[in-house]
């Protein structure tokens, strides 16, 4: 079960748009579409941005997308705001029944 | 307003074990999936296990499988995690979580504030 393997911290500036890659392996990313993403902003619990690859929850912005192709998910956020800088977790269920998450990327808004 | 409190958090030596409790409130706690997750200082989340909303149902991460156990209280609104032989790996902030209501097994909606856990001599 190790971690998925997210990309290096990532900045933007407001308005442009980045995306954010979460690659696992055969025996999470690779056989469901059951990847999910977080936002935690410092101090603050984690939100569900995106779930079941490219869905999301009521509520959250439509700048957020989700897609996956094989093994690797990637998270795209457009239009960057400021609200938008915080640390972004990628999780997976696994072949095993268990859940996995990424190591997190910061995102850092200019 | 859901509200999730974890205790129990503590110092404790290597080869000691420990008791984690989270005391939720705010919604029908025995509807819900819940987990366990953590965070060791300066390194991001991981998920340490899930029980059903009736309790009939485990799943642990290998690195904690056959350590810890995970457990509800349905009358009283409580969730535990008892953790044996705890080693320095373990510390790290715990987190209550509940399951979402639709595929509360993979999927979190609401977070406690977490209970730190350190495992030093």
């Known amino acids: 079960q190790s971690a998925l393997t997210q990309s290096a911290p990532v900045s933007g500036s407001r308005g442009q748009s980045i995306t954010i890659s979460c690659t696992g392996t055969n025996n999470d990313i690779g056989s469901y579409n059951y990847v999910s993403w977080y936002q935690r902003h410092p101090g603050k619990v984690p939100k569900l941005m995106i779930y079941d690859v490219n869905n999301r929850p009521s509520g959250v912005s439509d700048r957020f997308s989700g897609s996956k192709s094989g093994n690797t998910a990637s998270l795209t956020i457009s239009g960057l705001q400021t609200e938008d800088e915080a640390d972004y977790y990628c999780t997976s269920y696994t072949t095993s029944g268990t859940l996995v998450f990424g190591g997190g990327t910061k995102l850092t808004v200019l | 307003e859901v509200q999730l409190v974890e205790s129990g958090g503590g110092l404790v030596q290597p080869g000691g074990s420990l008791r984690l409790s989270c005391a939720a409130s705010g919604f029908t706690f025995s509807s819900y999936w819940m987990h366990w997750v953590r965070q060791a200082p300066g390194k991001g989340l991981v998920w340490v296990s899930r029980l059903n909303n009736d309790g009939s149902h485990t799943t642990y991460a290998d690195s904690v499988k056959g350590r810890f156990a995970i457990s509800r209280d349905n009358a009283k609104n409580t969730l535990h995690l008892q953790m044996n032989s705890l080693s320095a790996e373990d510390t790290a902030v715990y987190y209550c979580?509940?399951?979402?209501?639709?595929?509360?097994?993979?999927?979190?909606?609401?977070w406690g504030q977490g209970t730190l856990v350190t495992v030093s001599s």
């Open positions: 979580v509940r399951g979402s209501e639709s595929n509360g097994y993979r999927l979190f909606d609401s």
